[in-house]
């Protein structure tokens, strides 16, 4: 499948905020500035489609952007979730209180919702709270997907042993990917499709 259209749909701070779900959903989650909105953008080719920045906190509220695709016989439509990062310390105490309800209100409540990426930075690995979703989303039952992402600030040489990290931090294999030179962006584009569960 190829994206040939991808646009905003709406955002906000609260399953009940949003539209009901109308396609597959994948959400993205991970600390904040980890690179889950640059890696949205490189997934649907797209530079400036979600808002990126050099200032952690930046994505607040909970984004849908909605993807049309299309391969040589069929077309389908699936939502990606850009969700707030957590770890910023510096947010506000009401903002970090409400963090927890929001995302854990959307992973859990949202019907539409496939499966979860989970996006870590491939020098840090899996920290606390990472770990602490991983947790979650097993306990709920939802798929996940582990994602390194960064992976061009790791030499050659330090990339399997972090990955292998990971594996074992995450119990799951993750797939390592870089949204600023687009490596692994077709194998986790393919992943994305199949926790649609959209063909390839
Ligand atoms: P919040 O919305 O604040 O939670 O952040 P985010 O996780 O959406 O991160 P964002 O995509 O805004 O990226 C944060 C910073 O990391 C930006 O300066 C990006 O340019 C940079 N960045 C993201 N992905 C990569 C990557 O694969 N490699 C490198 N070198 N930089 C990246
Ligand atoms: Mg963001």
Redesign the pocket.
């Known amino acids: 499948m190829i994206v040939v259209d991808a646009r905003y749909i709406a955002t906000a701070t609260n399953v009940d905020g949003l539209p009901p779900p109308a396609f597959p959903e994948v959400a993205f989650a ?1 600390r ?8 949205i953008n490189c997934l649907v080719e797209r530079n400036k489609l979600v808002r ?3 200032t ?4 607040r509220g909970i984004s849908i952007f909605r993807l049309e695709l299309k391969n040589a016989t069929a077309r389908a439509t699936i939502d990606l979730v850009d969700l ?2 957590y770890g ?1 310390a510096k947010r506000s105490k009401h903002e970090r209180k409400s963090w927890g309800p929001m995302i854990e209100g959307f992973l859990e409540q949202r019907v539409g919702l496939c499966g979860v990426v989970i996006i870590v930075d491939a020098r840090r690995g899996v920290e606390e709270e990472d770990d602490q979703l991983l947790e979650y989303l097993a306990h709920i039952g939802r798929p996940t997907l582990v994602v390194a ?5 790791l030499t050659k040489s330090e990339r399997a042993p972090r990955l292998a990290a990971i594996t074992q931090q995450a119990g799951i294999k993750p797939l390592g990917v ?3 030179t687009r490596e692994g962006r077709d194998v986790l584009f393919a992943r994305v499709l199949e926790l649609a569960d959209v063909g390839p």
């Open positions: 991970g904040s500035n980890v690179g889950k909105s640059s890696l990126t920045s050099n952690p906190g930046q994505t707030p990062g910023y992402t960064k992976l061009d600030k870089s949204a600023e």
